[in-house]
T-cell receptor
Framework: RKEVEQDPGPFNVPEGATVAFNCTYS??????FFWYRQDCRKEPKLLMS???SGNEDGRFTAQLNRASQYISLLIRDSKLSDSATYLC????????FGAGTTVTVRA | ETGVTQSPTHLIKTRGQQVTLRCSSQ?????VSWYQQALGQGPQFIFQ???????GRGNFPPRFSGLQFPNYSSELNVNALELDDSALYLC??????????????????FGPGTRLTVL
């Protein structure tokens, strides 16, 4: 079983729509959780850390459910610039990445 | 920009050759982690260096080795290249936990990567 599993998508949404997706992780002892964004052929960039209480950063909301071992990301009012692959990341000193969820926002 | 740099940006090698990839960490960071990202996959952890010592290793064979220098820059060496080694190699720098054994939960910032093609 993979350490982090994500729905690969793609999610194809119109501008202004809300899109949500999640991932599951296998190691219940994991301490740190993140969403990274990766544009085509570029390096991953931190989008946001994920906290147990849930957290928001502008149009992005992340939730963590430790009991069920899943993490979610919701994007409100989608912009064309949100088109990217979103990587669910779990870990401590080493990061375990999911394979990514591709989101395409169309005009 | 993260301040993490990698060289070279692209590299083409043939099977059986050896390669060295380089990474300069962000100022103030003492920990460098290396990841391999194959096409269509998420990055896979290779190993981490903290204060010039290896601090953990993923499921990669011994022909993947590394170094960290006193200025915290790092090298990844791969011997006896195989076709499956073709990938984007990413390094990430971070701050190790103060007083700890090097395990770092601080945010990791990635460099632009080196794209290695093995023919």
């Amino acid at each position: 079983r993979k350490e982090v599993e994500q729905d690969p998508g793609p999610f194809n949404v119109p501008e202004g729509a809300t899109v949500a997706f999640n991932c599951t992780y296998s190691n219940s002892a994991s301490q740190s959780f993140f969403w990274y964004r990766q544009d085509c052929r570029k390096e991953p960039k931190l989008l946001m850390s994920v906290y147990s209480s849930g957290n928001e950063d502008g149009r992005f909301t992340a939730q963590l459910n430790r009991a069920s071992q899943y993490i979610s990301l919701l994007i409100r009012d989608s912009k064309l610039s949100d088109s990217a692959t979103y990587l669910c990341v779990v870990g401590d000193y080493k990061l375990s990445f999911g394979a990514g969820t591709t989101v395409t926002v169309r005009a | 920009e993260t301040g993490v740099t990698q060289s070279p940006t692209h590299l083409i090698k043939t099977r059986g050759q050896q390669v060295t990839l380089r990474c300069s960490s962000q100022s103030g960071h003492n920990t460098v982690s290396w990841y391999q990202q194959a096409l269509g996959q998420g990055p896979q952890f290779i190993f981490q260096y903290y204060r010039e010592e290896e601090n953990g290793r993923g499921n990669f064979p011994p022909r993947f080795s590394g170094l960290q220098f006193p200025n915290y820059s790092s090298e990844l060496n791969v011997n006896a290249l195989e076709l499956d080694d073709s990938a984007l190699y990413l390094c990430a720098s971070s701050r190790g936990l103060a007083g700890g054994g090097g395990a770092s939960t601080d945010t990791q910032y990635f460099g632009p990567g080196t794209r290695l093609t093995v023919l």
